[in-house]
């Protein structure tokens, strides 16, 4: 397919992850990427890899000039970018809210959610002036449900949400369409080691998931064939959000134990 065929893209942590799962999968369909990261080395090597569909751009996405600086290098390479993947992310301390720093907290917030904001101000004008274009926020399971341990990350997850449904609503009359993409567990470097064991009574599919299976949720969000959605919330969490697989009175062993016997 070439559901992207001279449409320039910008993929922010594009350099690894699902972020390169993201920039392959559209160079893939014909689209012109700009890999947006700060680990150059890896982006630098991607890009190589994609060939002249690519670019890859150095960007820290709390940095305003770094975005009208990628703007610009994107619209000089290629043409204004139509596409937007909000992707660049970091994960929370992992400490109980009365533990956490007032300095990690602005940390993630201003990575998670100033990021956010600062990529979709910076692409409006262009998509304005094309007539349309797709703004893609990669938000998290964590922006649907309440999440111990995590109130840094959650918070931003979920304010991604809210913003991504404020700004649908500004652009629509643009032909810019907004939305969220709420992943689970997914196989990438910033889980480590970690395996299928983590979804244990948790996950109704029982699995993590591939970067690849978000990918073709991003295509999809970010094509024409998802042309009637905007301000929506799409979901690929193997059922987390929905609810939780264990039983009433059923420890999570316990149902570890059941399933692995059946």
Do not use: C
């Not at 890859?56 to 619209?75: F, G, I, P």
């Not at 926020?137 to 964590?142: D, E, L, P, Y």
């Not at 709420?182 to 591939?210: F, N, Q, S």
């Not at 999809?220 to 959000?241: H, L, N, Q």
């Amino acid at each position: 397919m070439t559901r992207f065929e001279g449409k320039t893209v910008v993929v922010t942590g594009g350099a690894r992850g699902m972020g390169a799962a993201h920039s392959r999968g559209f160079v893939a369909e014909g689209a012109r990427v700009v890999i947006a990261d700060v680990l150059d080395a890896e982006g630098e090597e991607l890009a190589g890899e994609l060939g002249e569909a690519a670019l890859y751009r150095h960007l820290d996405v709390t940095d305003e000039q770094q975005w009208a600086e990628v703007v610009r290098a994107a619209t000089a390479a290629f043409s204004a970018p139509t596409v937007l993947v909000n992707n660049a992310g970091i994960g929370g301390s992992g400490t109980l809210v009365e533990d956490k720093t007032l300095a990690d907290w602005r940390k993630l917030l201003a990575v998670n959610l100033d990021g956010v904001f600062l990529g979709t101000r910076a692409v409006i004008p262009g998509m304005k002036a094309a007539g349309g274009g797709a703004i893609v926020n990669i938000s998290s399971f964590a922006g649907l449900i309440g999440t111990p341990n995590a109130a840094d990350y959650t918070t931003s997850k979920f304010a991604v949400r809210g913003f991504t449904k404020a700004v649908a609503m500004e652009v629509a009359p643009y032909g810019i369409r907004v939305n969220s993409v709420h992943p689970g567990y997914i196989r990438t470097p910033i889980l480590g080691p970690l395996g299928d064991e983590v979804v244990h009574g948790k996950v109704a599919l029982d699995r993590m998931a591939g970067p690849e299976e978000v990918t073709r949720m991003v295509l999809f969000v970010a094509s024409d064939d998802a042309s009637y959605s905007t301000g929506a919330e799409f979901v690929i969490d193997g059922g987390w959000s929905a609810g939780s697989t264990v039983g009433i009175g059923q420890t999570n062993a316990q149902y570890y134990q059941q399933n692995s016997e059946s």
